[in-house]
């Protein structure tokens, strides 16, 4: 992505509503649905600025990988130690079935081989370990944000799972959310079609209006991994480590 993207990320991340509300959701799904030891090691793949890192504390000693320069400083400082280069879907700087959690929260999209990533990643969880990732859903909602951050595709529930075939992972959870707001989402995009202007996905609103999506999107916490949700503008799957099979 390019830099000033990851500079309006490291300044907003911390109140724009989409950030704020989906760590919300993503926390409470790992509370209620990733069985953890009491000294969990976890590990954010592609963790941008650092986000998310905070987040990921409360649930174990976190660890950190980034390809990009000036974003892995960032999320250095955030972390308050360095964090990795790392490509996918090498992975070279990580020792083999070391973390009981890794998340791939918005990246497995800006890989071009999203199969062999997740066969990789799979090699680097404990046996029984979980892989959190989010993507974002629906190839026709591509617009220039898609185009901006370099995204390679969106997906669809069938080409997530298909990702996964082969991976030494099992998935235990697909599912859609940001769903609430997914029909305003798309009545922005036929709009912006319809004008030939488009505007960014995280440009900044009004403290009232940032803070009513902050409630609504926040609020599918209550409901991801319990209810079936309607399509959404992301997926979220949740998958663990298979043994490894007896050699005889």
């Not at 409470?28 to 504390?57: K, Y």
């Not at 046996?127 to 220039?144: A, R």
């Not at 079609?193 to 902050?214: A, C, K, M, S």
Request: glycine residues 8%; proline residues 8%; charged residues 20%.
């Amino acid at each position: 992505m390019e830099r000033g993207i990851y500079d309006h990320m490291a300044a907003h991340a911390g109140s724009h509503w989409w950030y704020v509300a989906r760590r919300r959701v993503l926390a409470d799904v790992i509370a209620r649905h990733v069985p953890l030891p009491p000294a969990a090691h976890v590990l954010e793949i592609g963790c941008g600025t650092g986000h998310n890192l905070g987040m990921l504390g409360q649930f174990g000693a976190v660890d950190a990988v980034e390809l990009d320069d000036h974003a892995r400083a960032l999320a250095s400082q955030t972390l308050g130690r360095a964090v990795l280069p790392a490509r996918l879907p090498d992975l070279p700087p990580l020792p083999a079935e070391r973390y009981d959690l890794i998340a791939l929260l918005d990246v497995l999209e800006h890989v071009p081989e999203d199969r062999a990533t997740l066969a990789a990643i799979a090699g680097r969880l404990t046996p029984g370990g979980s892989l959190l990732v989010t993507v974002p859903q629906h190839q026709w909602m591509w617009s220039s944000h898609d185009d901006a951050n370099h995204h390679i595709r969106r997906y669809s529930k069938s080409t997530l799972r298909a990702a996964f075939a082969g991976s030494g992972l099992e998935l235990r959870m697909l599912t859609s959310f940001n769903s609430m707001l997914f029909p305003l989402a798309v009545a922005q995009r036929l709009a912006s079609r319809l004008t030939g202007r488009e505007g960014r996905q995280d440009d900044d609103l009004p403290g009232p209006l940032n803070g009513l999506f902050t409630a609504v999107f926040g609020w599918e916490r209550h409901l991801v991994g319990r209810l079936p949700l309607p399509p959404g503008l992301s997926l979220l799957a949740l998958a663990t480590k298979l043994p490894e099979p007896l050699r005889g």
